[in-house]
Every structure is written in structure tokens, then in C-alpha cells.
């Protein structure tokens, strides 16, 4: 809490957003590859390590090629093994026949989510346990003569292939925000093509986080690009995640539930009912926090009706059986239910367009990341902020510490990611990132 690093891992690749303690000491973190030249997206992984208290890396795991990329978050299991979020590669074609619109289609094809579980095989390895993707679960209303084809109105179950049409784009300062941030580059992609526009829709979904619950054996996942968390069965096999029944739930690999954005499946004229807006690191509430069981998510705001400020979010899901959440009609899931929002303590609320974090600490109070200022706070449940702290390093400060620990591009200043620091170490009071926070 004085601001003294405890510990510092020092590695050979440049971190991207998934790091964790484990139980044992070590630190699990992905890294970004720096030979996939195929995905060319902020949050691209792709080298998943578990790196003992002395820096040896006691397990790496490659999910990253030409095919497919491990990208923003991994998430440890009970078990031992690890969830990963990963792109996987659609060409143009495979796209245009599963239902897409020919206008929202680039020469990127498209890269939807899937999810794998990687149980680890030391030093060097991994075996692939368990899969999910969203290709498997697909609706689309084009052509009649096309596989997935049905009224996406009627299957909220099922993911449109064209509902990120109402998508925000990024402005021109939020693109050079995320340069400045290192978060996206303009440098070509193998074979001399030109650069992509960050706007692009090939990254279709951008999910960003992944939390898992033991207790119900479901996943949580927050998909940006649709302003939706996706709740799904992990107790499935393989195969019955593939398809629409088998097991806990009966319902195979469909989504269980989702919230946050229903124009995503039943069309602009739902728009007021839009919940979420870009959010970030949706997570379940563990047991014997207070709270438990509940989910909180960093809702950015982007887009938001009233203005542009971000909220933390503390939702209730509706739970109706041990097959899912029920619906209070055909349309339309059950609501959930908001347990606590926070936006700003006496009237002066916080906003980051992109990245932030939050989660629910043993005291009942609630850390907080605002990802582009660097800032990281916490807070009561009554919303009294009783600890602040924002990240000192900067093109200014940067030249004091060590070269590893600052970016090697001096046009865009790498920031250390915050909450993975402060897994590490508190920081606090007489930290210098209090005294840039004061002036």
C-alpha cells in the first residue's frame, strides 16, 4: 500500500491482457507472438506461460498460427487447465455461404470466437480438452437455401451472422487514443499489403474476457463488438457443444443466456433497451466475496444515450432451472437484475472508451481500472473511494527505469497493464503516480 514493488517477472514477450497469480505463487500470463503476422487486432496473445517466483517459465503453450490466435484473456481452471479466448480464421467465402452480408464482408474474411481448454504438458505443451465455437451457432436470415437459416427474432439461443450491423465505429481521436496506447499498429502484415483500417469487420466478435463459475460449470464471456456478455455450458463435451443438447443445461452448445444489447438479434427498434455499451472484463463474483455469484463488468460507455462515461455494473442473472435463465416471452431473455452501479464518487464520473477492469475484493469494496487514464481506484459499496492510484509511467518517467520495463517505440509509450501489476503489488500512498494524480 506505499507504493514499494514486491515482485517484478521479467519476459521475453510483450504482455497482452490475460495475468494471474495462482495458488502456488506463479504467474500464468499470455504474451503476444510476435510471428503471427495473420491477426493484426488489439489483444492478440497467442503464448500462454506459467512463470515461477525466480522468472523460470515452468510451462509455455503456442495456440497461434496462420488458422487461429489465442487473444485477450485465458482463464485458470480448478482443475488445473486453462481456458483460452482465440480467433479463428473464415475466408471470404465460408462467410458469404454461412449467411453474411456481402457488404460486411473485407479481405480478411471474418475471425469468430471459439473457446478451448488446454490441459498443460510441461515444459513444453498442451493437449486440447474441451472446445466451443460460435461458427457451431450460427442464424441467418438471407437465403432460405443456406444452412443456418431461420428468424434470428426467434432464436436468441442462436448468434446472427450480421448482428453487429448497428456496431459503433471508432472515432479519429479513439483510433489514435488506442496508438498512443500500443493497443493498435498501422505496420503492414507479411507480404507487403497495406495496413487495415482499425474499423474493419473481420474481428467480428472481439470477445475480452472470460470468467468461469465451478459451482453451475458455465462460462461467462464479454463480447464487445456486440455490447453483450454470452453465457455458456462448459459441462458439455466436445461434441455436444458443437451442437443444441447434451449437457447440465440440455441445451448443448447454444448460448444459455445473453444481456446487454438485444438489437444484436431482434433489430434497431430495440434500441433503448441496450444495457451495455463496450464493455470489458465481465466476471463472476467467487465464492465468499460478498456478492458471490453475481457478475461485475467495466460497462465503458461508448455510444452510451446520456453521455459518455463509463460504469461499474453488478448484476443478478434470472435463473430459472437448471436448463437456463427462461425468457418472460418469446423474444426477449429474462432481465437481469442490477444488484450495484457505480459511475464516480460526489458527482464527477470516470470514463475509458476502451480496455479497464474491475473486481470485487474480500473486503466488500470494488477495484477499479480506468484503462486509458492508467488509473486505478477502489471503492466502497456506498461509493466512497478510499484508495487511488495512477500509473506513473509515462514517456516523462519512462527514461528512470529500466529498458525491458518501457516500450521500444517512443511514438507510443507502453503502459504497464494495471490490474496485472496490482495482483502483484498494492501501490499506494507516497507512490509518484499519487503525486501526478494531486497535480
Known amino acids: 500500500m506505499k507504493g514499494e514493488v514486491v515482485h517484478i517477472w521479467k519476459g521475453s514477450y510483450t504482455p497482452t491482457f490475460g495475468v494471474y497469480l495462482l495458488d502456488n505463487g506463479n504467474l500464468l500470463r499470455a504474451g503476444h507472438d510476435p510471428n503471427n503476422f495473420y491477426y493484426r487486432e488489439g489483444g492478440q ?6 512463470i515461477s517466483w525466480d522468472g523460470t517459465v515452468v510451462w509455455e503453450y503456442k495456440y497461434s498460427d496462420r488458422h487461429h490466435a489465442q487473444h485477450h484473456d485465458i482463464e485458470p481452471l480448478p482443475n488445473g487447465n486453462v481456458l483460452l479466448l482465440a480467433w479463428e480464421k473464415k475466408t471470404g467465402h465460408q462467410a458469404l455461404i454461412a449467411g453474411r452480408d456481402p457488404k ?11 473457446l478451448v481448454e488446454v490441459r498443460p504438458i510441461k515444459p513444453n505443451g498442451g493437449e486440447i480438452v474441451w472446445e466451443w465455437h460460435v461458427w457451431d451457432h450460427l ?8 444452412r443456418f437459416f431461420g428468424k434470428p427474432e426467434e432464436h436468441p439461443e442462436r448468434i446472427y451472422i450480421n448482428g453487429d450491423f448497428g456496431r459503433r465505429r471508432d472515432s479519429e481521436e479513439e483510433i489514435a487514443q488506442l496508438r498512443a496506447l500500443g493497443y493498435i499498429t498501422d505496420s503492414p502484415p507479411a507480404g507487403g499489403q497495406p495496413a487495415l483500417d482499425p474499423n474493419r469487420n473481420n474481428d467480428w466478435n472481439h470477445a475480452n474476457s472470460i470468467s468461469y463459475n465451478p459451482e453451475l460449470d458455465q462460462i461467462v464471456i464479454s463480447v464487445l463488438r456486440f455490447s453483450e456478455i454470452w453465457v455458456i455450458d462448459h459441462s458439455t463435451t466436445t461434441e455436444e457443444a458443437a451442437g443444441r443438447s447434451g449437457g447440465n443445461s440440455g441445451k448443448g452448445g447454444d448460448l444459455l443466456y445473453r444481456w446487454g444489447n438485444p438489437q444484436t438479434y431482434l433489430g434497431p427498434g430495440f434500441a433503448e433497451q441496450q444495457q451495455l455499451f463496450s464493455q470489458h472484463d465481465v466476471r463472476w463474483i467467487p465464492d465468499g466475496l460478498p456478492g458471490a455469484g453475481n457478475l461485475t463488468v467495466f460497462n465503458n460507455g461508448r455510444g ?15 435463473k430459472n432451472s437448471r436448463r437456463g435463465y427462461g425468457a418472460k416471452d418469446a423474444k426477449l431473455p429474462a432481465d ?3 444488484v450495484w452501479s457505480f459511475s464516480g464518487s460526489a458527482g464527477e464520473r470516470f470514463y475509458s472508451s476502451h480496455i479497464s477492469g474491475t473486481e470485487r475484493l474480500p473486503n466488500g469494496n470494488t477495484l477499479i481500472c480506468v484503462g486509458i487514464q492508467g488509473r486505478v481506484f477502489e471503492v466502497t459499496p456506498q461509493g466512497k473511494t478510499v484508495w487511488d492510484y495512477l500509473n ?12 525491458w520495463l518501457t516500450s521500444s517505440n517512443p511514438r507510443a509509450p507502453r503502459q504497464i497493464e494495471p490490474y496485472g501489476l496490482l495482483r502483484a503489488s498494492r ?7 499519487l503525486e501526478r494524480l494531486a497535480k
Open 304 to 318: 452510451r444515450f446520456d453521455g459518455a462515461y463509463s460504469s461499474i455494473d453488478e448484476i443478478r442473472l434470472p
Open 336 to 338: 437481469a437484475e442490477f
Open 104 to 114: 460486411m464482408i473485407t479481405a480478411d474474411g471474418l475471425w469468430p470466437e471459439h
Open 45 to 50: 496473445g497467442g503464448i500462454i506461460q506459467e
Open 427 to 433: 501501490v499506494g500512498r507516497n507512490h509518484p503516480g
Open 139 to 146: 442464424i441467418q436470415d438471407r437465403d432460405p437455401k443456406l
Open 392 to 403: 506513473p509511467i509515462s514517456e516523462e518517467t519512462s527514461s528512470s527505469l529500466p529498458p
